[in-house]
């Protein structure tokens, strides 16, 4: 007979080491300096999640993924659409992304992301017209290629592409937006048609952004003011849902109330603005993890939700035009060590998760404001140089850094290009400002990173990216802080 003692200690284990039922994470490549994909693999076995969303289909990490029997969706960018209106590619790309590892102890692909948010309003409808012919491309590419029941197209957008009218701004008011609502009609449709499911990006933290006015609990899971709908009498008191069941109505508006939804990407950043930190990120998903685990759902789709977490790591290289806080999603940093603890199966006990084995680092060395310097006149046009070339949103307003002083702002500058040069000595010059020490800089919060070693990292030459709009402006922001 079966020892109950040693059935419940098996099935604890099971539960606390596993993830909530369902969960993804999204794992983005935009670094200086990349975890090798086989490192970033075992991080996801290690840890129980069971599912990945990708960006691209790099080969790289395809070959890192094949064998572990991790769920994969796979991504066509917002760039390649206008090459996806023709067929002809479209088969191309379905066999050299998706059919190629289609075997066993190859790739389990479960769906093909068609684009990354085409209909984000910032866009101005650049890919207004090439998203849906490029979603039935791949589809029925997919059903040609005889893998289409098992492997769905679909599109992530953002939950901007719907809204409730200011008049009556409650879920069930829910539409989508009047200036795409043909384009997201056919989205919807086809979608129905072929059985896939609708991709949508929720992000709580967005609503705080920049908006004081916004309700501060309301974003989290654990004392939200009720927020009740004056067309359902349905009591809200987190933004996640409310978001949620607003998409539920404008799909119940187009007669598809009851199509299945994912969550593509759902997180909180660690840095970047005064509302991204550690303790926040371990509220918010000490809330939607134990909610995703109890199948609660949302008021209008009560069960069970598909959701991604964003994201997997810290991306250096990402676009900050959205705000500084765009490289701090991770629930790991950088090197793949883990954040802050906790609990992915939902039960609450938390823990710091397992981080990636056997990094490799560059030597324990920095580049700081030499203390010895003599002309300080070439001083803010060398930070201007580094902070252009590399990642200082740290030190922004509210962030990890932003309490360092004018030398410590250098220091952190110098050393944030010094590493994203891969420790060039040259590097660390700034016209005789900058010296190279072995003395850890690193003060409280504010850590000043050692990157990871280029023989060990897949992709790790120079930071070449143009700096945009709000990057300039974050120069200039520091530039004023320093005079």
Not at 176 to 195: H, P, S, Y
Not at 363 to 392: E, F, G, H, R
Not at 423 to 444: M, P, R, W, Y
Request: hydrophobic share 40%; glycine share 10%.
């Amino acid at each position: 007979m079966s020892n109950p003692l040693i059935l419940n200690l098996l099935l604890l284990f099971v539960i606390l080491g596993s993830c909530v039922h369902g969960l993804g994470v999204n794992w983005g490549t935009q670094t200086t300096h990349q975890l090798p994909p086989k490192t970033i693999v075992q991080m996801l076995k290690d840890n129980g999640i069971s599912k990945v969303k990708l960006f691209d289909a790099h080969q790289g990490t395809m070959i890192a993924l094949a064998g572990s029997d991790i769920e994969v969706m796979v991504a066509i960018p917002n760039k390649e659409l206008l090459d996806m209106n023709s067929y002809d590619r479209a088969k191309q790309w379905v066999k050299r992304n998706v059919t190629r590892y289609n075997f066993k102890g190859g790739v389990s692909i479960k769906y093909v992301a068609v684009g990354n948010e085409p209909f984000l309003k910032s866009y101005n409808g650049s890919f207004l017209n090439t998203t849906f012919p490029a979603l039935q491309n791949i589809q029925n590419a997919l059903n040609e290629a005889g893998v289409g029941d098992s492997i769905k197209a679909t599109v992530p957008l953002n939950a901007d592409v719907y809204e409730s009218p200011e008049n009556n701004p409650y879920p069930s008011f829910g539409r989508f937006r009047t200036d795409i609502l043909g384009q997201m009609t056919q989205i919807v449709e086809f979608l129905a048609k072929n059985n896939a499911p609708f991709t949508v990006n929720i992000y709580p933290f967005l609503s705080l952004y920049g908006n004081d006015d916004f309700p501060f609990n309301y974003a989290f899971f654990d004392g939200g003011t009720p927020i009740v709908d004056s067309g359902t009498g349905i009591q809200y008191t987190n933004v996640f849902d409310a978001n949620f069941d607003t998409l539920v109505s404008a799909l119940k508006a187009v007669g598809h109330g009851d199509m299945p939804m994912i969550v593509g990407e759902v997180g909180w950043p660690t840095d970047g603005d005064k509302n991204a930190n550690n303790g926040n990120a371990y509220r918010f998903y000490n809330g939607l993890l134990p909610k995703l685990a109890a199948n609660k759902g949302t008021p209008l789709r009560p069960g069970y939700i598909e959701v991604y977490l964003f994201g997997l790591v810290d991306e250096d290289a990402k676009s900050i035009d959205p705000g500084y806080f765009e490289r701090h999603w991770g629930i790991f940093r950088y090197d793949g060590q883990p954040k802050f603890a906790m609990d992915l199966s939902g039960q609450g006990q938390n823990k710091m998760l397992i981080g990636a084995s056997g990094v490799k680092y560059m030597p324990s060395q920095w580049c700081m404001l030499n203390p010895d310097a003599k002309d300080m006149s070439k001083l803010v046009d060398n930070i201007k140089y580094a902070c252009t070339w590399s990642d200082c949103t740290a030190l922004g307003y509210g962030s990890s850094c932003n309490n360092l002083d004018a030398n410590g702002n250098a220091s952190y500058a110098f050393n944030m290009y010094y590493q994203i040069k891969n420790q060039d000595e040259l590097a660390c010059g700034f016209q005789g400002l900058g010296k190279v020490t072995t003395q850890n800089l690193s003060q409280g919060q504010c850590s000043f990173i050692i990157q990871l070693d280029p023989s060990y990292s897949p992709q790790s030459s120079s930071y070449s990216s143009s700096p945009s709009l709000w990057g300039l402006a974050f120069i200039m922001i520091l530039t004023f802080m320093l005079l």
